[in-house]
């Protein structure tokens, strides 16, 4: 008798088997189309979070503009420079103060201050008119000025006006104490000058300008 051999059972191809098949092959990917469409949409999102950061990086440096803070930040440099004596540093910053803000009278009120230092009065008397032509506090000017006579040993036609500027605390005060401590030594008022400096020093521990100016005063004195 013949053996039939076992035929081999072979189902039917389900409608689902070609999908399934191109899913495991990368069938259902995004057809190149619509890879396009979503790389242009994601493209638009992300200029338009790129414009909305420029904008608000940009109004943000219009407003720091607008209140001087960029030279306000040199300004505080300059001060700095001022109080170690380091003039050509203190002159670099209100240089770069005067470029983000032409037009600032504390600009040219420290820059008097710089050349009033260094003893050259007739620059102070520009930057001073300077910075009363854009209007600077007429008061603190005229305190500058008064401030040149002492440092130069004109104390007394402005001496009462320096202690009620200290009195009344208007004006810097540790700038008032340099000159006026100045005045006092150029007219031989060696204890008056001790106190006003000792005060100085006290009331600002951090400044070395006192200490250096009673060093120097007790060598005038010693010798």
């Known amino acids: 008798m013949r053996r039939l051999g076992r035929r081999k059972r072979t ?10 098949r191109g899913y495991r092959t990368g069938g259902s990917q995004l057809t190149s189309d619509e890879r396009s469409v979503v790389a242009a949409e994601s493209a638009g999102k992300s200029r338009w979070r790129a414009g909305w950061l420029l904008l608000i990086a940009g109004l943000m440096l219009l407003v720091a503009f607008a209140v001087d803070a960029p030279a306000e930040v040199c300004q505080v440099f300059a001060r700095k420079s001022l109080s170690r004596f380091d003039y050509d540093s203190a002159e ?40 009363l032509l854009v209007g600077g506090d007429a008061k603190l000017i005229e305190l500058e000025e008064s401030l040149a006579l002492a440092q130069t040993g004109s104390l007394a036609a402005v001496e009462q ?62 010798r």
């Open 11 to 20: 189902s039917a191809s389900s409608p689902t088997d070609g999908a399934v």
């Open 92 to 131: 670099t910053w209100l240089r770069r103060a005067a470029y983000f803000s032409s037009r600032n009278p504390t600009t040219e009120l420290l820059a008097a201050r710089v050349c009033r230092r260094q003893g050259r009065l007739d620059e102070m008397t520009q930057h001073l008119s300077r910075a």
């Open 161 to 222: 006006k320096l202690v009620t500027a200290l009195k009344e605390g208007w004006g810097d005060t540790d700038e008032i104490s340099d000159a006026y401590a100045n005045g006092l030594a150029a007219n031989s008022q060696f204890g008056r000058a001790a106190t006003v400096l000792d005060a100085w020093r006290i009331d600002y521990p951090n400044d070395p300008r006192p200490d250096y100016r009673l060093g120097r005063l007790h060598e005038y004195l010693e």
